[in-house]
């Protein structure tokens, strides 16, 4: 049973548009949540996180909103690029015990030029 | 670089033949996981270890697999009698410590293919 779950595999935006990536989640306990950025033959790096004690954060282009109501958070990007092509990872976890992130299986974004 | 190196970046073997993958994580990070990535799907946990503590090992598909971590650095991750479906990207990952909003640095992956 996926407790992370990213439902769209692909996601295909015009340059300078905003790329909004969707992840869900079922497990209440989940309490940080992290987005990562992986290039092919690459490992993933670490984009943007947030706790859930707030409801958005902001780091440049990106900006990740949590909703906790609805198991829900997205990832904002604006503008997109051409670089930003790559898939991205959500990733929650519960801190309150050993932190082991769980994964959802992924978008992979394309930015057109 | 200072990051997280895995050797080696691919490796081809046989059905039944036994592996051996290898993670140098970054120097002073306590915790060190493993992770695979099968086609089309997430990154599945596998094994964590955390400084001298006894590893969670709750992510291990099957007893052919293991893993050791010593010294506290660097990890072997093996897999005994390989099968068809252990073919996958296997991702090491290291982090501070474990404290809930540690950053995890992972490395490149090894790509294991069984014939």
């Known amino acids: 049973d996926q407790q992370v779950k990213q439902n769209s595999p692909s996601l295909s935006v015009q340059e300078g548009r905003i790329s909004i990536l969707n992840c869900d989640y079922t497990?209440?306990?989940?309490?940080?949540f992290l987005w990562y950025k992986k290039y092919p033959a690459e490992g993933p790096t670490f984009l943007i996180s947030?706790?859930?004690?707030?409801d958005k954060n902001e780091d440049g282009r990106f900006t990740v909103f949590l909703n906790k109501s609805a198991k829900h958070l997205s990832l904002h990007i604006v503008p997109s690029q051409p670089g930003d092509s790559a898939v991205y990872f959500c990733a929650a976890s519960g801190t309150g015990g050993s932190y082991i992130p769980t994964f959802g299986r992924g978008t992979s974004l394309i930015v057109h030029p | 670089g200072a990051g997280v190196s895995q050797s080696p970046s691919n490796k081809v073997t046989e059905k039944g033949k036994d592996v051996e993958l290898r993670c140098d994580p970054i120097?002073?990070?306590?915790?060190l996981y493993w992770y695979r990535q099968s086609l089309g799907q997430g990154l599945e946990f596998l094994i964590y270890?955390?400084?001298?503590?006894?590893?969670?090992k709750s992510g291990l598909p099957s007893d052919r697999f293991s893993a050791e971590r010593t010294g506290g650095s660097v990890s072997t991750l093996t897999i005994q009698r390989t099968q068809q479906e252990d073919s996958a990207v296997y991702l090491c990952?290291?982090?501070?410590?474990?404290?809930?909003?540690?950053?995890?640095?992972f490395g490149p992956g090894t790509r294991l293919t069984v014939l």
């Open positions: 270890f955390q400084g001298n503590s006894a590893p969670d």
């Open positions: 120097s002073g990070h306590t915790a």
């Open positions: 947030i706790s859930s004690i707030k």
């Open positions: 497990n209440s306990m989940f309490d940080y």
């Open positions: 990952a290291s982090s501070l410590a474990n404290r809930g909003t540690d950053t995890q640095y």
